[in-house]
């Protein structure tokens, strides 16, 4: 089946200049969770992506059958087209949706910089996996969901209430051979790190800040849990975020990436 998106759950794209962003959503969650820094991101002029990732954002049948494989073939083509119509790309990304700008970095030295909510790169343990594999082999096919952990009170995730088990083993299997090439990630990056977080902790930041080459700044909320572009530290996360980008596209502007914009 495919149901109908759900209403908020839409992707978002804004045309504005030369330089783009590319905005990535995690796991059994969609656009909702970062449509605000999206669209404060789109307010500075920039063109902005923000799409939908295969499965999510419908019904979680529809999430059942998908794998990484999946959701790097969206990510790639979102940034193919956005790279296509803009002279530079920043990625910004939540969760599994950092999973997958890491990779795009890893893929793609061009990307300016890269800015990372409460990532997921450190590879889960083997001993899980082995547990979700056991009840998965008793043909339950989805655990209970990881969606909307907000410190917040009143504010909600639209993500779904449960996670496919299969889908989330091919997801520990693509952090596998993300983690194993952060090394080639070069351009700046600006990591925001909850200091309690449930779904992802925050030793998986620690992986990201000891094995990546470029120049990393970490910035700790203090007040949020997973989902912080939801949370209390939301101003925050958008305002570093905005300085962020704008700096690295900004520097891409002076060393000749941009010119003009784009028609």
């Given at each position: 089946?495919?149901?109908?998106?759900?209403?908020g759950?839409?992707?978002f794209t804004?045309?504005?200049?030369?330089?783009?962003?590319?905005?990535?959503?995690?796991?059994?969650?969609?656009p909702?969770?970062m449509?605000?820094l999206?669209?404060?991101?789109?307010?500075?002029?920039?063109t902005?992506?923000?799409?939908?990732?295969?499965?999510?954002?419908?019904?979680?049948e529809?999430?059942?059958?998908?794998?990484w494989?999946?959701?790097v073939a969206?990510?790639?083509?979102a940034?193919s087209?956005?790279a296509?119509?803009?002279d530079?790309?920043?990625?910004?990304?939540?969760s599994?949706?950092a999973?997958?700008?890491c990779r795009l970095?890893?893929?793609?030295?061009?990307?300016?910089?890269?800015?990372?909510?409460?990532?997921?790169?450190?590879?889960?343990?083997?001993?899980?996996?082995?547990v979700?594999?056991?009840?998965?082999?008793?043909g339950?096919?989805?655990?209970?969901?990881v969606?909307?952990?907000?410190?917040k009170e009143?504010?909600?995730?639209?993500?779904?209430?449960?996670?496919?088990i299969e889908?989330?083993?091919?997801l520990?299997?693509g952090?596998?051979?993300?983690?194993?090439e952060?090394g080639?990630?070069?351009?700046?990056?600006?990591?925001?790190?909850?200091?309690?977080d449930?779904?992802?902790?925050?030793?998986s930041?620690?992986?990201l800040v000891?094995?990546?080459s470029?120049?990393?700044?970490?910035?700790?909320?203090?007040r949020?849990?997973?989902?912080?572009?939801?949370?209390?530290?939301?101003?925050l996360?958008?305002?570093?975020?905005?300085?962020?980008v704008?700096?690295?596209?900004?520097?891409?502007?002076a060393?000749g990436m941009?010119?003009?914009?784009?028609?």
């Open positions: 089946m495919v149901a109908p998106v759900l209403p759950a839409e992707p804004h045309d504005g200049d030369a330089r783009g962003v590319l905005v990535l959503h995690g796991f059994t969650g969609n909702q969770s449509r605000p999206a669209q404060a991101v789109a307010a500075e002029g920039y902005v992506e923000l799409p939908l990732l295969p499965g999510h954002g419908t019904a979680l529809d999430m059942i059958p998908t794998r494989s999946d959701y969206a990510a790639e083509a940034y087209d956005l296509r119509r803009c530079a790309v920043a990625v910004v990304a939540l599994m949706g999973t997958l700008a970095a890893e893929h793609h030295p061009e990307i300016v910089g890269m800015v990372v909510v409460n990532p997921f790169v450190d590879p889960p343990a083997e001993s899980f996996r082995e979700l594999q056991g009840i998965l082999d008793t339950t096919e989805v655990a209970p969901g969606g909307s952990d907000i410190a009143g504010s909600v995730e639209l993500a779904y209430l449960g996670s496919p889908a989330a083993l091919s520990f299997a952090i596998d051979e993300v983690a194993a952060l080639r990630i070069t351009c700046p990056v600006l990591l925001l790190s909850s200091r309690q449930h779904v992802v902790p925050s030793s930041g620690d992986v000891e094995k990546v470029g120049p990393i700044e970490r910035v700790w909320l203090e949020s849990y997973h989902v912080a572009t939801l949370d209390y530290d939301a101003e996360v958008v305002s570093r975020t905005v300085e962020f704008g700096d690295v596209l900004s520097s891409a502007s060393g941009v010119a003009g914009t784009a028609g």
